[in-house]
């Protein structure tokens, strides 16, 4: 008994812990829907055409992008692939790791995953919360990344679209790379359905079998 309780503490003791850290305040939810096609769409192509210049997401391919998101390989290969790649390669950026490195002080990590490791909220609060700071070495900073090295690459478009639709921008953005992050996830939440709804048949089945069963013995 002892032992058990031993053990509830210690499995319940990560949650508390996260509890009492608080919460960044400028952490808000992502709008994001991954059901949305369309707005996975957009994500992927604002992915590559602003993101991919520094970050690799090196755990994806472009074919899969354009199989999930449905978006023909023709289009793909025109709208969404640069630097002269196949659509079977992965998403590499063409930036030199180590020039990066100086230009920066850190080379920027792959992206593939990183929906998954900060979470949606977090990636969508980072996009949406740059903000001008002299003291920095471009410019900037960030309300969920303090002191970052990664300039402001979006402050053209924040300026010229407005808050309202450079937000639904960010969301599309977030929603793409929840689902880089986790291609598989459509997949696994409609089987996920599916298995739910066998097993309230199967129940059905089972019980009925119960009941004639144990009709003799009662
Ligand atoms: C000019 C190069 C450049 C571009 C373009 C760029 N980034 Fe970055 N990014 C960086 C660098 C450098 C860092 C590392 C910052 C640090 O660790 O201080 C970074 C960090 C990040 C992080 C935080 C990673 C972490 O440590 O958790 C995210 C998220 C991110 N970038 C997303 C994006 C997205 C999305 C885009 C496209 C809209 C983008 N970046 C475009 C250079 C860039």
Redesign the pocket.
Known sequence: MKKLIVLLVAMSLPMLVQASSGKNEHIVTAPINMDDKASLQKGAQ??VN??????SANFMRYERVSDDLEIPADIMMENLVFTGGKIGDVMVSA?PQDL?KK???????D?SL?AR??GAD??YS??TTFYADESRPWGVNNHV?K?????H??QTMQDSLGEKEFKTNMAD??NY?VYMAEPIRATRESLGYKVIAFLFVLLFFVYMLNREYWKDVH
């Open positions: 604002l992915f602003n993101c991919q210049g520094c970050h930036i990066a230009w920066f002080g850190t080379a920027p990590p992206l990183q490791v900060r977090w990636v980072y996009l990344f002191d970052v090295g990664m300039p690459v979006l953005l977030t790379m």
